[in-house]
Every structure is written in C-alpha cells, then in structure tokens.
C-alpha cells in the first residue's frame, strides 16, 4: 500500500505563490503516475495537474483554468511531488489532494488547504 502526505498549504493573497509537497511512501517508479486534484465546497473534485511516472521528465497535464500558472514535477531521489502555483486567484481556494496511481489501486493523501484571499 502507498502512503501519501501532502503539505505546503496556507493562506496567501491573490497573485501571490505557494508551493505543495506530496511524498511517496514507495518509489515513484512503482506508481504509474501522481497528480493534485482540489475541491472546494460544494463541488467536486477535479484534476488539477498530473505527472506520469515514465521517461526523464515524465509527461505532464494541467486542468485548463491553471495552465501557466501551476506546474508539477517531480523528485526521483526523494519520491516527492511539487506544484508550484503562481499568481494565484480566490477561485483556486480548495483542498488539494495528492493521488498516487498505480496498476493495484489509486492511493489519496488526506489534503492540504489553500486559500487566496482578494
């Protein structure tokens, strides 16, 4: 089983920055991908960026409304996954998520919250 801990959430002003963690209990190259999903109240969860495990850099996605802002990576020698989130906005105020997915099972971290105040 997959352990995930995420952190690096908090308080920060609209345009300001923040930067999550999100640690591996395993070795990312047994997990086929990991990604931060967000929900804020009264909706649900969506994907925010996602990093696949395979290749140098592995592939990446990003949900349409934080493209160019956000951008995940990731560190092998550590198993640990980054977002970096710049000029952020009220609208991105959730709780972020970390999901590991591998060929068993998808394994969920218990959040970390941001908020952007106006």
């Known amino acids: 089983q997959v352990q995930v801990v995420e952190s690096g959430g908090g308080l920060v002003q609209a345009g300001g920055s923040l930067r999550l963690s999100c640690a591996a209990s395993?070795?990312?190259?047994?997990?086929?991908?990991m990604g931060w999903y967000r929900q804020a109240p009264g909706k649900q969860r969506e994907l925010v960026a996602r990093?696949?495990?395979?290749?140098?850099?592995?592939?990446?996605n990003y949900a349409d409304s934080v493209k160019g802002r956000f951008t995940i990576s990731r560190d092998n020698t550590k198993n640990t996954v980054y977002l970096e989130m710049n000029s952020l906005k009220p609208e991105d105020t959730a709780v972020y998520y970390c999901?590991?997915?591998?060929?068993?099972?998808?394994?969920w971290g218990r959040g970390t919250q941001v908020t952007v105040s106006s």
């Open positions: 990093i696949t495990s395979g290749g140098p850099g592995g592939r990446t």
């Open positions: 395993e070795t990312i190259f047994s997990i086929n991908a």
């Open positions: 999901n590991a997915a591998t060929i068993i099972a998808d394994y």
